[in-house]
C-alpha cells in the first residue's frame, strides 16, 4: 500500500484503486479508532481499504490489519508529519485477509443502512433494519478493538428494535437468519429482561417483519395500485412529468429509490398551479420538507412548498396562463430538499449493485437481511 499526506493526515491507498471522487453513494465507509476506512462498492471482500488516519496513537490496532512492520513505518511518519508532510512511500503491509473481510462487511452493513435503493417500483426489496441492525452489533462487538466507543451506536441502533421481529425471525426457514434471532433474543435479555415489550418503530432503510410467522411484506410490492404519495392522485393538467429525488438530500428509508420517484402536473388555470406527489415507503415521515420548483430559468419563476404527510404538495406559478401553454416538460425543474451534485448515472449504479447483490450474491457474503430481501422477492 501507498502512504502519502492528504490535508494534513496520513492515507495510505491500495495501489491502483482510486476511490471514486465525492461519491458518497459508492463509498463503503467505517469509522474506527483513529481512523476511517473505505471501499469502493465494486471492492472484493478481502480488498485492502483506503485509510486515513486521524490520530495515529488511537489507532493503534492497525497492526492487526497491516502487520507490525507496516504499523511501526507508519507511526514513524506520522512523526515526521508534524514537521514535514512525509513524501508517499510503500509500506511493507502483511494484510489480515480475515480481519479486512470482518471491517468490510460492517461497512457493507453500515452503507446498507443509509444508502440501501429500495425500490418497490423497480423491484428492488428493502432490507429489514431489524435484522440489519442485529448483525452490524455482532460484527461491531467482535471488532470492538478496532472501533472503540463506536460499537455503543450499534448497541443503540439493535435495542429500539425490541424482541418482536426477533420472535418472529426466530422461526424463519432459512437457518442463518433464525440462529440471528435467535441470538438477538438472547441478548436483549441478557441485557435487559423485558426491554423494548413495548417496542419502538423500526427506522432507517427499512421496516421490519409485521406478520408473524407468514413473513409476508406485501404492502411494498403493491406496484399497479401505487403506495405512498406517488399513487395520489394528481389534477389533469396541461403538462405533466416525472423527477428523479437526490438521495443525498433526503433522510433515508422515505422515498422510492427509483428515477421517477416524483410525479408533478400543472394546471393552466387562471392562476397557473403545480402538483406533486412523491412515492413513499412504508412508515415515512416526510412532514414539512422543502420542495423547490422553478420553471425555465427565470429566477422569479422559482417558488417553494412543503411536503405533506402523504407525500404530496402544490404550489401557485408565477406565470401567466398563456405561458404555462407553452411549456415543454424539461422546463420544469422539481427538487425535494437542497441542491445536491448527485448524478443520475450514479444512482443507477448502486440499484445495479443492489440487484447483482440480491441476485448473485457479488462481492461481499450476503448480510441476512440481504438474505431475507432476496427471499421474499421470489
Known sequence: MLLRSREGLLALEPEGVEPPPGRVLELRVLECAGAVLEWPLDAAATDPPRISVLDAAEADWLWMLLGEAAHVALLEEAARLADAAPDARQLPVELDGTLAAELHRLAHARWAASWWPESPADGIPGLDAALLDAEALELAEALEPCLGEAVDEDRARFERHGPEPYRVYAHSPEPRIAALAAAALGRLEEDAPGAGAAGGGPAGSGASVRE???????????????????????????????????????????????????????????????????????????????????????????????????????????????????????????????????????????????????????????????????????
Do not use: M
Request: overall charge negative.
Open 212 to 378: 408473524a410467522g407468514g413473513f409476508a411484506d406485501a404492502d411494498r410490492y403493491a406496484l399497479a395500485a401505487g403506495y405512498g404519495g406517488g399513487g395520489a392522485r394528481l389534477p389533469e393538467g396541461v403538462l405533466s412529468g416525472t423527477a428523479p429525488i437526490c438521495w443525498q438530500a433526503v433522510p433515508p428509508g422515505c422515498f422510492d429509490a427509483g428515477e421517477s420517484a416524483l410525479r408533478w402536473s400543472i394546471e393552466a388555470g387562471a392562476a397557473p398551479r403545480l402538483a406533486l406527489a412523491a412515492r413513499l415507503l412504508p412508515k415515512a415521515d416526510v412532514r414539512g420538507l422543502a420542495v423547490e420548483i422553478r420553471v425555465g430559468d427565470a429566477a422569479d419563476a422559482a417558488v417553494t412548498a412543503e411536503l405533506r404527510a402523504d407525500g404530496t404538495a402544490e404550489a401557485a406559478l408565477p406565470l401567466a396562463p398563456a405561458t404555462v401553454w407553452l411549456l415543454r416538460p424539461e422546463d420544469v425543474h422539481v427538487r425535494i430538499g437542497p441542491a445536491v451534485e448527485e448524478p443520475p448515472a450514479v444512482r443507477a449504479r448502486v440499484r445495479a449493485h443492489a440487484e447483482a447483490r440480491l441476485d448473485t450474491g457479488r462481492g461481499l457474503p450476503l448480510l441476512a437481511a440481504e438474505l431475507e430481501a432476496a427471499r421474499r422477492r421470489y
